[in-house]
């Protein structure tokens, strides 16, 4: 049965009301944030960075931070510039490892962290994780030739990961579980990691693919090396700021998922991983996968475990 002007009127009004009301909401949350506050207050935004996570968040000759966390991170800042009223607003850079990130955020010495966090549920009782912006699988990097195929093969071998990580959760699971024997070393980094790697003491370093990919670049002889293994994980990627703070999150997960929604996150996706990147101009050569591609259709922040 069609109905009625005056209930169509209504159920529009009631839409309507509903939908201002969620941006009222939404807007006394931004206005009561305490990290707004504390960057208004101080005219700085402190921003956590990475110093060698190729193609990223690391340095570049000049030692000015770059990737494509940094150019996300770079259009969040300005709509923060926005919401806080001020263009002039500073921003302080901090490098960040595995092992302090988390804390830095939590104490406050860093606002935002635009690095290569992954979106644990564990690390949810302890910050906030913005939109997704990259979708990862743990995996191996070897030496091409190298009897190491996939992580069976590394059952009473020494193996290398970045302490802190969740590829070193997952190492020691295993090793646990399946009895592996393998020697697990933690290093402070992905450049340590993989001079570990390249001395020969290690047969294998585990982490997230596209990361093994940014270490090998670094290598004298890149094609030397290879990533291999199945997954043992798929790791989103999302920036780390402080829990309990809505009004913050909101304006960042609104920058993020319009880079998504306009289609510009696929100009900066192409930028880093399909044309050749510093700091040996060497592509990724890294199509978008099934998982990156959901994720920008439909941005969230949840985690995958």
């Given at each position: 049965m069609t109905q009625s002007f005056p209930i169509r009127a209504a159920v529009?009004?009631?839409?309507?009301?509903?939908?201002?009301?969620?941006?009222?909401?939404?807007?006394?949350?931004?206005?009561a944030s305490p990290t707004l506050s504390k960057i208004k207050s101080s005219n700085t935004i402190s921003i956590g960075h990475r110093t060698s996570s190729i193609p990223f968040s690391y340095y570049d000759?000049?030692?000015?931070?770059?990737?494509?966390?940094?150019d996300i991170c770079d259009r969040v800042v300005e709509a923060v510039k926005k919401e806080a009223g001020s263009q002039n607003l500073q921003v302080r850079m901090v490098p960040v490892t595995s092992q302090n990130r988390q804390s830095l955020v939590q104490n406050g010495t860093v606002d935002l962290e635009c690095g290569v966090t992954t979106n644990l549920k564990s690390r949810q009782q302890q910050v906030a994780f913005s939109t997704t912006y990259f979708v990862a699988g743990t995996r191996l990097l070897v030496k091409k030739g190298s009897p190491i195929h996939d992580f069976p093969d590394l059952a009473g071998k020494n193996v290398v990961t970045n302490a802190?990580?969740?590829?070193?959760?997952?190492?020691?699971?295993?090793?646990d579980e399946k009895g592996a024997n393998m020697t697990i070393q933690s290093a402070k980094d992905y450049g340590e990691s993989f001079l570990i790697l390249q001395s020969g003491r290690v047969a294998a370093f585990m982490m997230d693919d596209v990361l093994l990919?940014?270490?090998r670049t670094l290598a004298p002889k890149p094609d030397d090396w290879a990533v291999v293994g199945t997954p043992q994980s798929f790791e989103a990627y999302g920036f780390m700021m402080r829990r309990d703070d809505p009004g913050f999150k909101q304006v960042v997960d609104n920058a993020m998922t319009g880079l998504m929604r306009s289609g510009e996150i696929n100009t900066l996706y192409a930028k880093w991983f399909q044309k050749p990147v510093p700091p040996k101009n060497i592509s990724f050569d890294l199509p978008q996968s099934e998982q990156i591609k959901k994720a920008y259709a439909n941005p969230n922040d949840e985690a995958f475990e």
């Open positions: 529009l009004l009631a839409a309507f009301s509903g939908a201002g009301s969620a941006l009222a909401a939404d807007a006394a949350a931004v206005a000759a000049n030692q000015k931070v770059i990737g494509f966390a940094q802190g990580t969740t590829s070193e959760r997952i190492l020691r699971k295993l090793n990919s940014g270490a």
